[in-house]
């Protein structure tokens, strides 16, 4: 074989090499990528899933799959079911591509979808304060009151566990309607009922917000879960799967599981009030800013003060866990609303000029609801805290069900706490879904009593 023969056959070789690999490449993106032009994505409102907090849209499965959808550049539609039997029959009819919520993997659904993209595992916990004589083993739950929802799993699980450990454990069904496993786990938090169990994951998600409560005893077997796609798409299956094992994608959830599981969000709800000197009735170096822009909404400067400190403890660089910045704690997305673009938002004055800014649009939607000036303060505030449109729910339920739409203290933030209840948040007059309501009415509290603190202290 000549010189120029051999040369000529191995660049025919590597020629032929470079098609082949690149058909196989191409028919593996293919079958990965081949993804359709908008993504119709089934989920359910709840607090670790998806839910809106001050006008954005928050939740460790929203997250998730908003990052799959950029990283993928899809277009894309959200389906709101009002549960998990009504978000497997949507997947089932077409109406919905993929289910970005944890769907158990159980044999009841291998014949209706595929499970895809990251497992996890949780399983129920028992839930109970913190002490030196805490319950290490399910056999001391003997003689111990336990709490839960009646007719729920917890209620089954404990029931089981009750036959498995001989009999013995008082368990307490409750049947109120504005009762739900946050509250339970509450009453354990303040010491008003002993115990109660929860899936892992709720427990975890609580424990942000109460630190006294132990949730390290599991009382069941494992539960694993994932998202879902529909049993032919096997196609979107693949491209999930591929996605969740890349190193951004697992770095990302590694992110995502502190800010919903792990940071703390206790800020969001203590009630403390400051204590000051009040030197030459000063409360804080930006005083002089809120004395300018609180003329602009007709407020005392104080009670803009009292709020800023509620807020950020007038820390300018202050992050919370959902992203709100600065002095008065703006979300980016509201800020920009407002022409003020992330790099300048610790800027004290620039960050209460479109906080103030938002109060007037909120004073705008709710003074044809609420008429009295002095009480709708009281909405303005709660809105701030969680977004107009849960107030507005709130509002609608008030009306709905005999409470008083114009009037805050036991009224609307009453119906405001119901919003926590599928039975509420999924109700016809509700647009903005689940919301954790206790947060808001202890927040407008606080300010309230902040302001009056400082009313009390500079004349």
């Known amino acids: 074989m000549t010189y120029l023969r051999k040369i000529c056959l191995i660049i025919l070789s590597s020629f032929l090499l470079i098609i082949n690999n690149s058909c196989e490449n191409r028919s593996r993106n293919e079958l990965i990528y081949n993804l ?17 907090f001050r006008g954005d849209t928050l939740g460790y499965e929203y997250e998730r799959i908003h990052n799959f959808i950029v990283d993928k550049k899809l277009n894309y539609q959200f389906h709101i079911a009002r549960n998990m039997t009504e978000m497997i029959e949507m997947l089932d009819s077409g109406k919905i591509d993929i289910i970005a919520y944890e769907v158990p993997i159980i ?26 004589s805490m319950i290490t083993d399910v056999t001391q739950l003997i003689g111990k009151d336990i709490y839960v929802e009646q007719n729920s799993k917890y209620e089954i699980r404990l029931k089981n566990l009750d036959n498995e450990v001989g009999g013995g454990i008082n368990i307490h069904s409750i049947t109120q309607d504005s009762i739900i496993t946050e509250d339970l786990i509450k009453m354990v938090a303040n010491k008003q009922i002993p115990l109660t ?9 609580n424990q942000t917000y109460y630190k006294n409560i132990d949730i390290s005893l599991p009382i069941s077997f494992e539960q694993r879960a994932s998202w879902a796609v529909n049993k032919s798409n096997t196609q979107l299956a693949d491209s999930i799967n591929s996605w969740a094992k890349t190193s951004k994608t697992l770095t990302d959830n590694k992110r ?11 800020s969001d709800i203590e009630t403390e009030l400051p204590k000051f000197k009040f030197i030459n009735g000063i409360i804080s170096p930006y005083d002089n800013i809120f004395k300018k822009y609180a003329k602009e909404i007709n407020w005392d400067w104080k009670l803009l003060a009292a709020q800023a400190w509620s807020e950020s403890h007038f820390d300018t660089t202050a992050v919370s ?50 008429t009295d000036p002095a009480e709708r303060i009281k909405f303005i505030i709660a809105a701030y805290n969680s977004g107009a449109g849960h107030i507005l729910d ?13 009037k805050w203290e036991n009224n ?48």
């Not at 169990?197 to 998600?205: F, G, M, Q, T, W």
């Not at 407002?338 to 939607?365: F, Q, R, T």
């Open 36 to 52: 359709p032009d908008t993504l119709k994505i089934g989920t359910l409102y709840s607090p670790t899933s998806f839910f809106i």
């Open 107 to 132: 044999n009841e659904y291998k014949n209706k979808l595929i499970n895809c993209g990251t497992e996890t595992i949780t399983t129920q916990v028992l839930v109970q304060p913190k002490s030196n």
């Open 197 to 205: 169990i929860v899936d892992s994951d709720i427990a975890k998600l």
């Open 256 to 266: 995502l599981l502190k800010r919903y599981f792990e940071l703390s969000k206790n």
């Open 321 to 370: 866990w959902a992203g709100a910045r600065g002095l008065m704690q703006l979300m980016p997305s509201t800020a920009r609303a407002y022409g003020l673009e992330l790099e300048h938002i610790e800027n004290p004055e620039l960050n209460v000029k479109a906080a103030v800014a938002n109060i007037k649009d909120l004073d705008e939607i709710f003074s044809k609801r609420v």
């Open 394 to 406: 709130a509002i609608a339920l008030a009306e709905k069900y005999g409470k008083n739409p114009q």
């Open 412 to 459: 609307v933030s009453v119906t405001l706490q119901w919003k926590s209840n599928p039975e509420y948040f999924n109700d016809v007059v509700c647009r903005n879904g689940y919301f954790r309501g206790s947060q808001t009415i202890t927040y407008v509290k606080k300010v309230e009593n902040c302001f009056n603190y400082f009313s009390s202290n500079i004349k």
